[in-house]
């Protein structure tokens, strides 16, 4: 359960998020996730990982696959895109939440949250254009995805990308993501990275850390 807030942190949080507000952290590392939607099977093992990581109830979902299907017959096409928090360069939610309990890291550019701080005014929910905070009905808080940062203080890959069974979800530094040269299998050796998909908010917006090898119905400048 998360406990009550305590005002010494609260006053630091507070002071965090004012000077994050108005001086956005640049990491010395920006990590950021990739999704290869053409080979990925939506069998949904990240979602359910990252939720038996989080101790998440029925509702809240950090990361979720969506499936996008269309087309009329005999051309039809089926891929699924998978996101959750982007881990953005300005991330909208930071400057509104008031009590600081959401702030960038330094390091390696994660977003996290200390929920602990969350009073549930909930004015982190709208201002997110990806959908990242999620409310929990239980706690009354808001809890998000923080790139499971005690796997990546161990030297391990968060959960997500550990249970993907098809390796079409990893993470990695941003620009070699969005390069096309990070060595992962989610980015075969002929593959191009793009960094929004058919449906997706405006990456200019708060510029998010992730790319996606999209479908050909998925591109941007698809007919």
Known sequence: MVKKIDKAELKVAI??????????????????????NVDCIGCRACEIACKDKN????????????????????????????MACNHCAEPACLPA??????????????????STLCIGCRKCEPACPYGAPQWDPQEMVIKK??????????????YCVQACMMR????????????????????????????????????????????FIPHSKGKIDAK
């Open 15 to 36: 002071e965090r998020k004012v000077a994050q507000t108005y001086e956005p952290v640049k990491p010395a590392k920006q990590l950021g996730f990739v999704h290869h």
């Open 55 to 82: 101790g998440l109830p029925p509702g809240p979902r950090f990361r979720r696959v969506m499936y996008v299907e269309g087309g009329t017959y005999p051309d039809v096409y089926a891929y699924k895109v998978n």
């Open 97 to 114: 939440c008031p009590t600081g309990a959401i702030w960038k890291r330094a390091d390696n550019g994660v977003v996290d949250i200390d």
């Open 145 to 158: 995805c923080n790139m499971c940062i005690d796997e990546l203080e161990a030297g391990r890959k968060p």
């Open 168 to 211: 079409v979800l990893d993470i990695g530094p941003i620009e070699e993501i969005w390069n096309s040269t990070l060595k992962s299998k989610a980015i075969g050796p002929h593959d191009k990275t793009v960094k929004q998909v058919k449906n997706m908010a405006n990456p200019e917006l708060t510029r998010p850390s992730i790319a």
